[in-house]
């Protein structure tokens, strides 16, 4: 049986307010607070499924989905993390999910978003030592979004992707 690393890192978690994703401030007391510890695989799952990355040099980008012929690809029209170039040789973080924001309702869409969640997460697998399941799902409420999920040790990190 492999072996697992323990979890220990930022929290991360969805503000309410803002819908946005970011630091946990744990309160301890007189007005303050510190960044509070996750030890679960939530903000790494979090982190990346939640960010963009890079597309391949033959990746189509959605903005090229529907530009005239000839165009050419802008200079950021690939996203991704400028960090990447500190990670260790062709190691990436984030997802590709971002490609298929202009995707068809059909199985290649739902298969290539599952592809990429699985892509995202591989890292994480691999160096804690888990097992990551990830479900790629057309939701029942609108014909117009494809929910993607990603658990790991009883934690449940979802994210949406809107089609045409």
């Known amino acids: 049986m492999p072996t697992t690393t323990q979890f220990c890192t930022m929290q991360m978690g969805i503000n309410p307010l803002t ?6 401030i744990a309160p301890s007391g007189n007005g303050r607070g510190r ?18 990355r890079r597309a ?3 990746d189509v980008t959605p903005d090229m989905l529907t530009a005239p012929a ?3 690809a802008g200079v950021f029209s690939r996203r991704g993390w400028v960090g990447d ?16 924001e ?15 969640l699985s892509e995202a997460v591989a890292a994480i697998e691999n160096y804690h030592g888990i097992e990551i399941d990830v479900t790629a799902q057309w939701s ?25």
């Open 70 to 72: 000839g165009t050419t």
């Open 85 to 100: 170039i500190l990670l260790p040789s062709g190691q990436r973080l984030g997802s590709r999910v971002w490609l298929y």
């Open 56 to 58: 391949d040099p033959d």
């Open 19 to 24: 819908g946005g994703c970011d630091l946990v």
């Open 102 to 116: 202009r995707g068809k309702r059909d199985e290649t869409t739902r298969a290539g978003v599952a592809e990429a």
């Open 140 to 164: 029942t409420r609108r014909r117009d979004q494809l929910n993607g999920t990603v658990s790991a040790l009883g934690v449940t990190v979802s994210t949406q992707v809107q089609i045409l």
């Open 35 to 52: 960044i509070a510890i996750d030890r679960t695989p939530a903000s790494s799952l979090l982190i990346a499924i939640g960010t963009d």
